[in-house]
């Protein structure tokens, strides 16, 4: 993927961006475990991709997260580690929550389980005028199902 600039960055403005992309990730990471999604800080025509799927505008992105919101109601979610430069962000954030609701899943719907689960998930984010317009999230689904205590279905 080769990213273009329409115009070059001073560092300064560069460090400015950059800053303001880390506070409005961490802050919506909050909001976001909470269901607060008023705020949600994707453009309108944004695109997300992670194991479950891919979401195209802002509407789909923010149900994807209803999804989560539905399986793991008590979610918590702490940004561990971040690097960022300009408009682009990656982020590490630690998930823990009871999986006390359904998780429909791309294989079908998952009934709770009740059990603790505690994972790592990778989001890449590019960000323009100040929201996400691309980001992708890598998670070990496989370690996820286990700790839920469900096999994952054969590949077909």
Known sequence: MTLVQDKPTTIQDN??????NI????QWVN????????????AEDAETSDPSGK?????????SFNVWKTAFPKATGEVKNQIAMGDHL????LFKSSHTGPLVSPTGTIPPT???????AVI?????NGLIQRERTYYDQ???????????????
Do not use: C, W
């Not at 990656?90 to 954030?93: A, F, N, P």
């Open 124 to 128: 890449l984010s590019t960000f323009r």
């Open 23 to 26: 506070a409005t990730f961490k």
């Open 15 to 20: 460090k400015a961006t950059t800053a303001a």
């Open 90 to 93: 990656t982020s590490e954030v």
């Open 142 to 156: 496989a370690d996820l199902m286990r700790q839920l205590g469900v096999a994952l279905p054969p590949k077909p």
């Open 114 to 120: 009740n059990k603790n689960v505690e994972f790592k």
């Open 55 to 63: 979401y195209k505008g802002k509407a789909q992105v923010i149900q």
């Open 31 to 42: 909001e976001m475990v909470k269901g607060e999604y008023a705020h949600a800080p994707y």
